[in-house]
């Protein structure tokens, strides 16, 4: 998500935290490569041209000539423009129904029903709410069935009466709903183009009969500046309360998500970050200005880290470490906990000075070695791994089908984890950023 702008703009900055003072001389050579980074991240060209007369008027204003370190103030002038301008503070769902009716639109092929399932399963595991899916997408082959094999998969009940009129079935799902006590009700209505007339107006009467809380554009990320065009034509139609961007895990440059607030004023209230059921985050600004410059975003790894790791697990982990009892038992059930959180390489990326390691790639496969080669110890061995000498490691090894060196490493880094692992509680590790 955004490696390439953040890559560009982090050695953009890097520049002015080695000068001693900031002049418009050195200035305009560091704007000048901020600028061209966005255009190459596909913003908008009026937006750059606004964003970096801002930076530029800012880091030569007396604050910033007066400091010790104008680097450092250079960065937050910077990282205050990106917030600014992915639209200040996060906005969250308007919700004054009962029940709460979110009506999703958007293009065919955007994503619209797969999001409306992660947003549904969202709304369960963080705010413990009993959400309906209904189904009005009644011209897509298939759509119906799609939606209701997502509401099998996440348990949760989607409400169709099949090929018929759309504002009908909204209507009667919304009666549903009232007398079955759902908290949610999650329109998914057919993709069409903003200039498609008949589908248009279809949309306007769903939003005349049942009133939706919000209506949420799904936008597929890799649109690019088009994105703002799409948000434009619903939003003259239907008033846009919100955007949901969709698949910035991809290859994207970025650009309409630091476009569209400023240029429609529609804000980002949720973006995709993976293709799994639960890869849908709430949108904030902040968070993804210090992600986009490297600053990391521990907020949102300590927020995904409390809905999946088993508290009871990690405390009782916690306590055999400062007993000095940590075994490899404990490492096993601490890596499965760790493989919840989805992929390592994007965990460390939200570790603030993260980007300094460089791109880093880890291979899910290794993990299953490691998870292969601990399985084929006995429960002793694994609660006692001094005892492991030569014959247990051949005969690991091959259990395991991989090799001796490998079970050897394995038992090394075990062992100088267990020794981090102490230090950090002991406090005797600073962390290098």
């Known amino acids: 998500m955004f490696e390439n702008l953040g890559d560009r703009l982090q050695n953009a900055i890097n520049k002015i935290k080695g000068y001693g003072k900031i002049t418009e001389e050195n200035i305009g ?57 992915l639209g200040g503070n996060k906005e969250d769902l308007y919700t004054k129904g009962s029940p709460s009716v979110l009506m999703l639109v958007g293009l065919q092929g955007s994503g619209k029903t797969t999001t409306i399932g992660k947003l549904s399963l969202l709304l369960r595991k ?19 069935d799609q939606l209701k094999q997502i509401g099998k998969q996440l348990n949760i009940e989607v409400y169709e009466e099949g090929a018929g009129n759309p504002v009908t079935i909204a209507e009667n799902a919304i009666k549903y709903a009232k007398e079955n006590g759902f908290n949610y009700v999650l329109i998914d209505t057919a993709g069409r183009l903003h200039i498609d007339e008949v589908l248009m107006t279809e949309l306007s009467n769903i939003n005349d009969i049942v009133k939706p809380d919000e209506i949420l554009l799904v936008v597929d990320s890799m649109t690019g500046q088009d994105a703002i065009n799409v948000i434009t034509g619903f939003n003259d139609k239907l008033k846009l309360t919100g955007a949901v961007l969709t698949k910035l ?30 890869g849908l985050e709430e949108f904030y600004p902040d968070r993804m200005a210090t992600r986009i410059l490297g600053m990391g975003d521990l907020m949102s790894m300590i927020e995904k880290a409390e809905e999946v790791i088993d508290q009871e697990e990690a405390i009782k982990a ?15 059930s601490s890596l499965r906990q760790v493989k919840k959180l989805g992929p390592l390489e994007n ?7 993260a980007s300094k390691l460089g791109d880093i790639k880890i291979d899910p496969k290794d993990l299953a070695h490691v998870e292969a080669i601990i399985y084929s110890m006995t429960p002793y061995e694994r609660r006692h791994p001094e005892i492991l ?31 981090m692992m102490k230090q950090f509680q002991k406090g005797n590790i600073k962390l290098p950023f």
């Open 249 to 278: 895990d991809g290859d994207t440059r970025g650009g309409a998500a630091l476009s569209i607030r400023h240029l429609t004023n529609v804000p980002i209230k949720f973006i995709g970050v993976s293709e799994k059921m639960d």
């Open 389 to 419: 000498k030569a014959s247990r490691k051949i005969r690991i090894a091959k259990g395991s089908g991989r090799s001796v060196e490998e079970v050897n490493q394995l038992l090394k880094k075990f062992d100088q984890m267990k020794v």
């Open 126 to 144: 963080k705010y413990n709410k009993k959400p309906l899916l209904v189904a009005c997408d009644v011209y897509r082959p298939a759509a119906i």
């Open 29 to 85: 050579e560091v704007t000048r490569e901020i600028r061209l980074a966005l255009l190459e991240a596909d913003v908008n060209y009026v937006v750059v041209k606004e964003f970096i007369n801002n930076v530029k008027t800012k880091a030569l204003g007396e604050e910033v000539s007066k400091s010790l370190k104008p680097g450092e103030v250079f960065v937050k002038i910077v990282k205050d423009e990106l917030v600014a301008l």
């Open 347 to 353: 965990l460390i990326k939200m570790i603030p000075g």
């Open 318 to 332: 916690s306590k055999r470490l400062e007993k000095g009892k940590f075994d490899l038992e404990d490492f096993l």
